[in-house]
């Protein structure tokens, strides 16, 4: 299957700080890529839809003030987490979907390995 | 909005022996995927199998099937031989058919914690 790395893989900051987590769709070009949150024990949560070269689509009660994010390439989408508090803590996932083209009309999400966030 | 309902939050099976998992969904569409999704330890998301709503004939994939009964808006998971490694979070999802921007999205059941004893 397609891959899709994240970087950080885990990352600890600072309340009050910001932090940046970067998907990647490796072997492919990705014009849609999204951003789930996972808490322990639960399932995912979409928080985003990114299209390249405009604005993400946010689900309802996602601030996108305090979650920006940026997919400036079809290979790259950012997500930052600005102002981290304690309950930003998480499992970040993005994911990527191949274009329509490629896959002859299948749809499928690939994954990214997850952004483990921990705010002091 | 669809949902997607996993009412099993745990099971587990006997190594090389079979188990099912459930999942139900609600939706007026008529055309849409539907996936299994592992998620081991590790937390990587891998996908297990799809399903298109289109297709009468159930998708396999090597000791993977699936039971889509669509009239009663069902979608199980059946994992044949079970082997260790196949201990994990099963997630079934749904997604809709149409491609407009804003409907691609992957809505996610509760999941199910599959263990496999040796």
């Known amino acids: 299957g397609a891959v899709v790395s994240q970087h950080p893989s885990w990352v600890i900051c600072k309340s009050g700080t910001s932090v940046k987590i970067e998907c990647r769709s490796l072997?492919?070009?990705?014009?849609?890529m999204f951003w789930y949150r996972q808490f322990p024990k639960q399932s995912l949560m979409l928080m985003a839809t990114?299209?390249?070269?405009?604005?993400?689509?946010?689900e309802q009660g996602v601030e996108k003030d305090k979650f920006l994010i940026n997919h400036a390439s079809l290979t790259l989408s950012t997500l930052t987490v600005t102002s981290a508090h304690p309950e930003d803590s998480s499992f970040y996932i993005c994911?990527?979907?191949?274009?329509?083209?490629?896959?002859?009309?299948?749809?499928?999400?690939?994954f990214g390995p997850g952004t483990r966030l921990l705010v002091l | 909005a669809q949902t997607v309902t996993q009412s099993q939050p745990e099971m587990s099976v006997q190594e090389a022996e079979t188990v099912t998992l459930s999942c139900t969904y609600d939706?007026?569409?008529?055309?849409?995927?539907l996936f299994w999704y592992k998620q081991p330890p590790s937390r990587q998301m891998i996908l297990v199998i799809r399903?298109?709503?289109?297709?009468?004939q159930n998708a396999t994939e090597n000791r993977f099937s699936v039971n889509f009964q669509k009239a009663a808006k069902s979608f199980s998971l059946k994992i044949s031989d079970s082997q260790l490694g196949d201990a994990a979070m099963y997630f079934c999802?749904?997604?809709?058919?149409?491609?407009?921007?804003?409907?691609?999205?992957?809505?996610f059941g509760t999941g199910t914690r599959l263990t496999i004893i040796p």
């Open positions: 994911s990527a979907k191949i274009p329509y083209k490629i896959q002859g009309g299948q749809e499928t999400q690939y």
């Open positions: 072997d492919f070009q990705a014009t849609t």
């Open positions: 990114s299209n390249e070269g405009s604005k993400a689509t946010y």
């Open positions: 939706t007026s569409e008529s055309d849409y995927y």
């Open positions: 399903q298109e709503a289109y297709k009468q």
């Open positions: 999802a749904y997604r809709t058919l149409r491609t407009n921007f804003g409907n691609e999205k992957l809505t």
